[in-house]
């Protein structure tokens, strides 16, 4: 059965940092191309970053564009996302996602099947 497992989350002040963890169970991490997505009340779910199977390749918002940094341990089927310099706008449930996603289309929400239940992200003063 696969599962993905999101934490890490939490309240925090604006300009502070989290690292949210993804770690996977019930198959091979280094399978998939892992995506991170949220969404805000009201909003549509949104995709923040991805990163490919091997880890050479990953892509970002441009929102999160040299504030956050997805990485993977393919050894602990484990995927982070550092989130550094956080602001209001990114207060929001995030959620990580695994699929056989092609690179160039890896940070759409519709590429993937296989979804985890979610971390808040709350950044308030």
């Known amino acids: 059965q696969l599962q993905l497992v999101e934490s890490g989350g939490g309240l925090v002040q604006p300009g502070g940092s989290l690292r949210l963890s993804c770690v996977a169970s019930g198959f091979a991490l280094d399978y998939f191309g892992i995506g991170w997505f949220r969404q805000a009340p009201g909003k549509e779910r949104e995709g923040v970053s991805c990163?490919?199977?091997?880890?050479?390749?990953?892509k970002y918002a441009d929102s999160v564009k040299g504030r956050f940094t997805i990485s993977r341990d393919n050894a602990k089927n484990t995927v982070y996302l550092q989130m550094n310099s956080l602001k209001p706008e990114d207060t929001a449930i995030y959620y990580c996602?695994?699929?056989?996603?092609?690179?160039?289309?890896?940070?759409?929400?519709?590429?993937?099947?296989?979804w985890g239940q979610g971390t808040q992200v709350t950044v308030s003063s």
């Open positions: 996602a695994a699929d056989t996603v092609l690179f160039r289309q890896c940070i759409l929400v519709n590429e993937y099947d296989y």
């Open positions: 990163i490919s199977r091997g880890g050479g390749g990953t």
